[in-house]
């Protein structure tokens, strides 16, 4: 039986960008959250290192540094506008948080304490700034909790367990408009239809298409491919960010608030080796480049461990009371997974697949744009499924917390200014057909492949092929490697077949997701004939200002190919540059 529901704003998500959205739609009119998962599980909940802004309570520093500091950052794929709204709006972001209620730590004169972060810097580049605010290793968890708290006082409703598979949209004269979306229950298997006025998506990242990764198991990119697969664009996708210190092996993440206390990167001869490729911020470089230094040092034979394998990160200088006040959770992870004491032993890291700077296009009030311009009306989307862009090329630490704040606001504010001024649209016939043939195809299905085998055999050939260093070779490996494994996706099998809790069900829907990301991901690296930011070709290591300063616009065609586009890039006030540190 088909369940239908009615609500003026529906946001997809409950994590920081969702929820922060939600506060401010519920505010206003009518707002449901419809989530996968319990919102405080959300992966934001994760966040350990910070969310930056220019309140200079330590030491000076303004809001413009911070705008120029994303943009070089980006390697100038940042979009300036954005960025200047972003590092504007900060200020205010972590005051609204503070006046709900979130224990940041402080300093001894009682305000909110600040710490250093990669690429976050004083006057245009001169020395590293402290700008990251910050709740001891756990911020994430208490932006989630905090927002959580204030969303159920102001009478949002939640939707918890419920899978959005799929969007509905109306043909008018100027293109498509949002009429609402469909929805899997996951406890009972039931089907759900929500006719809205606006759709939020905030679904965030798909860091499940590499093996080796900080990102939960649920970020599978739902969001993105629902997008993807109703024709709408999805920009700068190759733009992949690997983040430095994740425990070797394993990927589980290591903030950077560790080399932000003073964390030093190390290789198998002790050297420090940072001072060698950026000798002003040294390990406070941005992550691009410090993942590419570690795997240099590693190709160059100076890692350690039995198979050279790694580097370290050193923490033994530092006093155990800093590391137990500021460093709590992320040390007990090296003790807990890889065994080694952080007051006295180095710890093994390797760089980790971190964050989507990519995603669906928007404007800066958060609307979903059709193209290179049109606004698609109804649709929103924030935080890591959403490209604004204010990350560009690469994401500096603790400006995603920040953008989920400052882009969930605004998606949610505009979002239900626009649904009060309209009437509700009616839904198509059968809104619910596409999904109910999904997945009664997929749980009837006898087919031979497994869910499991296919993701990882997915996840290996990004790991080899799409990461840190990537060129043609590896690409189009990469890619015929994809094509052959959605060959025989066709041919997957659950082996629940019942409806309640039917998580095997889900897994092989979220895995559709992946293998068209991933596919994105790679077409689009292939024709960037550079090396900027995250996106490192090795035939091409030059960044190519001429050819290649724009971004990125991918296209699923009715066939199911891609087509590629591009939209310049929104330039205000900062010239490119070479990106020293
Ligand atoms: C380990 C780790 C540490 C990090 N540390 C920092 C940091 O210190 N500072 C910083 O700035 N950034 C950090 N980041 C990045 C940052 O945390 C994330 O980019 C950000 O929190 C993403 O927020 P979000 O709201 O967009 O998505 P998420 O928090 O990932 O939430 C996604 C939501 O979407 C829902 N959802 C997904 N698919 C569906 C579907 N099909 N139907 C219904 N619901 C769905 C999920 O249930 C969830 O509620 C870190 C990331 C990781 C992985």
């Not at 004269?173 to 089907?191: F, H, P, Q, S």
């Not at 608030?257 to 050297?271: C, D, F, P, T, V």
């Not at 952080?342 to 979903?368: D, L, Q, S």
């Amino acid at each position: 039986m088909v369940q239908t529901h009615k609500y003026d704003v529906v946001i997809v998500g409950a994590g920081g960008a969702g929820m922060r959205a939600a506060l401010e739609s519920g505010q206003r009119t009518r707002t449901a959250v419809l989530t996968k998962l319990y919102p405080t599980r959300s992966h934001t909940g994760a966040a350990q290192g910070g969310m930056c802004a220019a309140l200079a309570n330590v030491e000076e520093d303004n809001w413009e540094w911070h705008t120029f500091d994303t943009v070089k950052g980006g390697d100038y794929l940042v979009d300036q506008d954005a960025a200047e709204v972003m590092a504007k709006e900060a200020i205010d972001a972590v005051l609204d948080l503070e006046k709900m209620g979130l224990p940041f730590n402080r300093t001894e004169e009682g305000r909110i304490d600040q710490r250093r972060f990669g690429g976050h810097t004083r006057n245009h580049g001169e020395a590293a700034v402290r700008r990251s605010c910050f709740a001891a290793d756990r911020t994430g968890h208490m932006i989630l909790q905090t927002l959580y708290q204030q969303c159920i006082k102001h009478g949002v409703e939640f939707y918890n367990e419920f899978y959005v598979l799929d969007l509905l949209t109306k043909e008018t004269v100027g293109g498509v408009k949002v009429t609402g979306v469909v929805a899997y229950e996951l406890a009972t298997g039931e089907i759900h239809v929500f006719n809205a006025k606006s759709v939020i998506f905030a679904t965030g990242g798909f860091g499940k298409v590499f093996r080796t990764t900080s990102n939960a198991h649920t970020l599978t990119g739902d969001g993105m491919g629902i997008v993807w697969r109703k024709g709408l664009p999805l920009e700068d996708m190759e733009f992949f960010q690997f983040h430095p210190t994740g425990l070797a092996g394993l990927g589980v993440l290591l903030s950077e608030a560790a080399r932000g206390e003073g964390g030093i990167l190390r290789n198998s001869e002790n050297e420090r080796f940072m001072e060698r490729y950026a000798p002003t911020i040294k390990d406070l470089a941005p992550r691009d480049m410090v993942a590419r230094a570690m795997a240099n040092e590693v190709r160059e034979g100076r890692g350690a461990g039995p198979d050279k394998a790694y580097v370290y990160l050193d923490l033994t200088h530092l006093p155990k009371e800093q590391i137990d006040a500021k460093l709590p959770d992320i040390t007990e992870f090296a003790r807990t997974y890889l065994g080694v004491e952080p007051y006295t032993e180095m710890i093994p890291v390797f760089p980790t697949a971190h964050y989507a700077m990519g995603g669906v296009p928007t404007n800066i009030k958060g609307e979903a744009l059709a193209d290179n311009h049109t606004v698609i009306p109804g649709l929103y989307a924030a935080g890591e499924v959403a490209c604004v862009s204010v990350h560009g090329a690469n994401r500096l630490g603790t400006n995603s917390l920040l953008d989920i704040n400052v882009f969930g606001r605004r998606a949610g504010l505009y979002a239900a200014e626009y649904a009060m001024g309209i009437e509700y649209d009616e839904l198509p016939e059968d809104p619910e057909a596409q999904v109910v043939a999904m997945i009664e195809q997929m749980r009837d299905a006898g087919g031979s492949e497994r869910v499991a085998a296919i993701r990882q055999e997915l996840q290996a050939t990004m790991d080899i092929n799409a990461q840190v260093y990537r060129d043609e070779g590896s690409l189009k490996q990469a890619l015929s490697d994809i094509e052959g494994l959605k060959a025989r996706y066709v041919n997957v099998s659950v082996q629940d077949k019942g409806k309640r809790f039917n998580t095997d069900l889900l897994e092989a829907i979220e895995l559709g997701f992946l293998l068209d990301l991933a596919e994105v991901l790679v077409v689009s690296a292939l024709a960037r004939n550079e090396s900027r930011g995250g996106h490192y070709r090795e035939d091409y290591p030059h960044r190519d200002d001429v050819n290649f300063m724009r971004h990125t616009m991918a296209y699923r065609q009715e066939d199911g190919s891609i087509r590629l586009d591009y939209k310049p890039v929104v330039e205000t006030r900062y010239k490119p540059m070479e990106r020293k540190y």
